[in-house]
């Protein structure tokens, strides 16, 4: 059973950084695409960034574009996003998944349970 716990949320300023982690267990972490999404309150849920198998290709949400970098270290069955001149409008839960190498929420087999990242004006 695939299992994924994210860590590393937080409170913080605008203009500050976080790295928040995602580790897999029970499957083989180097077989899924792996990929953040968050949900702010009231609204849907979307896409942030995601990485390949190989951690070769990556994309990203343009709003989030040249301020988060996605990862990943196959050795250690474990997915990063940095994330550096957050702003109030990235306060949300981010969630971690595992699947095939899209931006669709729908395709992806496993779920992280989230983590609250709140930034203060």
């Known amino acids: 059973q695939v299992q994924l716990v994210e860590s590393g949320g937080g409170l913080v300023q605008a203009g500050g950084s976080l790295r928040l982690s995602c580790a897999l267990s029970g499957g083989t972490f180097s077989s899924y695409a792996m990929a953040w999404f968050r949900q702010a309150p009231g609204k849907e849920r979307e896409f942030v960034a995601r990485v390949s198998l190989s951690g070769i290709t990556t994309d990203y949400a343009d709003s989030v574009k040249g301020r988060f970098i996605i990862s990943r270290d196959n050795a250690k069955n474990t997915v990063y996003l940095q994330m550096n001149s957050l702003k109030p409008e990235d306060t949300a839960v981010y969630y971690c998944?595992?699947?095939?190498?899209?931006?669709?929420?729908?395709?992806?087999?496993?779920w992280g349970q989230g983590t609250q990242v709140t930034v203060s004006s």
């Open positions: 998944a595992a699947g095939p190498y899209t931006n669709d929420a729908r395709r992806y087999n496993y």
